[in-house]
């Protein structure tokens, strides 16, 4: 299939995957989260499969994030991790690049976010960027912040920058999926594609508004908290979070000529502060 006719293709489905992105049953993860679980410190033995991803993965991310540094030309570019499902003890993670010849240590912010150093020797071992977690315990993410943005908000430039970085390095759970395939193949599909993924606000979200000068526009409450839709199993990360979900469709808001620094305002859920 030529580049050209994936993208038709793509945008003939309104984005089929735009579902998944959604996706998930009120299942064990719900339950658990509505019972009000307790985070359970997991004992991996030496033969346990541990949580990780492929080393040349998140190097993909970072070199996408450089092809459109422009979005964020004073951003830095780490990556988060989150709990994938109810009852992941976040305490205590230890992160490393590791490899058959390969044990490079990485610090962990208290935010549970990370960078990753470029090392040719780690990719030339195949290695992989490892936690002391069971398989299927953490979801990961790109985190792109710039300087200046106020703790309530987010720029849109950003999230714009995160996303290019979470297609290429593979990073969303529901992009395993031969749509991903195309996808990879596009220099830019988050602003060219009718995406609707779904992002994790720091804090349990209850409005927000998009600020550009005198411009405001309040983002509809269908885009909040996500939506119970068709059941996909290894799509638990944004019901274990669903307090903090939120979707922005990039394309519809590039096409309408909102600006790189666009402020998302966030209204909180827990203190009603942070509005516009």
Request: charged share 25%.
């Amino acid at each position: 299939m030529k580049p050209v006719d994936a993208k038709r293709w793509l945008a003939r489905l309104g984005f089929g995957c735009a579902a998944a992105a959604w996706i998930g049953t009120v299942g064990a993860a719900g339950q658990a989260r509505a019972d009000g679980a307790i985070a359970v410190v997991e004992v991996l033995g030496a033969a346990q499969p541990r949580d990780e991803k492929p080393y040349r993965d998140l190097l993909a991310a970072l070199d996408a994030a450089e092809r459109h540094r422009a979005l964020a030309p004073a951003a830095a570019v780490r990556f988060k991790v989150w709990p994938r499902r109810a009852g992941v003890d976040m305490a205590g993670l230890d992160v490393r690049i590791v490899g058959p010849h390969t044990d490079i240590p990485v610090l962990l912010a208290a935010d549970h976010t990370f960078a990753v150093p470029r090392d040719a020797a780690a990719v030339a071992d195949d290695a992989v960027v490892r936690f002391n977690r069971k398989a299927g315990s953490l979801a990961w993410r790109a985190d792109v912040r710039s300087p200046g943005v106020p703790d309530h908000a987010r720029r849109l430039g950003d999230l714009i920058l995160e996303c290019a970085a979470d297609v290429k390095g593979d990073l969303f759970a529901y992009l395993h999926h031969p749509v991903n395939v195309l996808l990879s193949k596009l220099d830019d599909p988050c602003r060219t594609v009718p995406l609707n993924l779904f992002n994790f606000a720091d804090r349990p979200v209850f409005g927000i508004t998009l600020v550009a000068g005198e411009r405001r526009s309040m983002l509809p409450a269908a885009f909040l908290h996500g939506d119970v839709a068709v059941p996909f199993p290894d799509h638990e990360d944004w019901l274990a979070q669903r307090e903090r979900v939120y979707k922005v469709k990039f394309k519809a808001l590039y096409d309408a000529g909102w600006p790189d620094d666009t402020l998302l305002v966030f209204e909180d859920m827990d203190d009603g502060e942070g509005g516009p």
